[in-house]
């Protein structure tokens, strides 16, 4: 007996066939999100797949991911579509229908726009759901390997985004990482920092747009990328949003503004009144990879910052009304700098005045870089690694160390990001 459900939202559809398996789709028809019988799978733009689970290990359970082949991410693809085929498409007109009103959604009537049967609902949302479901079904193997090929003609390669970013709509305003020399940062190695002209930026914003289409509205935000993509001088930022703002409220009106990386090196030479006006252009939230505040740390790590600095960088953004976004690299430095790192670290947190419950710390696991030199550096310098267990030990101290400051305190793991 199949217990059906479908949830119709801007921008995606979800299929639930039972409570092991449920399945998202964005309005174009490409798969982005399953979960099967307790592992999760998430599809890159770039058609890469990543299947997720959780494993015990030394009574912990504990998040484990991989990529899939190609030949596997074709079965998946394959297995899912099989499902709607044979489970979902026969017993249709008898699934449970939610919706979330937005953008792309046939108007549904007053809350809680839920229908248990689908063939209850209002006629357009019955229409729409059919036509999504038709769309993923043509979207096969061959398709969604051109899209890929049209996504990594709009794009150069991804580094990373902040976890609550995997959604927003990434421009490229610039590429790779203007300093490209942290020790322990390989994110953008092959990649030739690169500030784009305005006129290339507003092409690529069209490209952008033309290349999500009607699953535009699953974008809530803008992501201004790569690496910094603020280290650009105060005229040039100010005339780039500008420039995107208006289109950007023509095209995305449900968009929460801008975002984006923010050295504290290139960010904190400017005065309070450049980031209001930048606040004012709509930017909203700036994500400081802080790393740790003991500065022989910083500095063994090679990250041309000093802890006041960030502390005058941080005062700034909040007086200017934006909200901050954190970053601690817990496990760099290894057993050497363990400890020094979360005294100094915690305590710099925790004397912060200005925090806000918007903004967020975000505690990311130390991941070795491919790096040659951080290797090296590391034998030259008799640094013992931590763990993946201590490393897991670290996170908690700072958790519970953290745990009464007004912004949320979260995991950001660099390994489970896809674009
Ligand atoms: S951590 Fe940031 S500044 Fe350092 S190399 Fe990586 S992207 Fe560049």
Redesign the pocket.
Known sequence: MLDLTLHLKPGALTVGLDPVRVYSFDAEGRPFHALRHGKTYKRGLDHRFMVLWREVQEDESVRRRRFLSPAEARDLVATLHQDLRREVLPNLHRAALRVTPGPGVPKAGPPPNLWPRLAEAPQPLQQAVQETLHRILERDETWLAEDARRFREIYSPL?ILPPDQYLALVLQVTQG?H????L??D??TRIPFRIRPLPEVLQHLEAVLRFFGRALPLRKSVFLAD??ALMLPERRATELLEHLAPRIRQAMPWSRGFFS?L?VFTGERHPVAYWQRLAHLGLRRLYI?LESAHEPLIRWLN?PETREGAWHLLLRLKEAGLSVGVIVLVGAGGHRFREPHFQDTVAFLRAFPRWEPRDIVYLSPFVPPEKPEYHERVRADRIRPLTETEIRREIRRFQQALHDLPPRVTLYNIQDFLY
């Open positions: 580094g990482c300093w490209n020399q942290c322990f940062c994110l953008y690496a910094n990386f050295d990879g990250k």
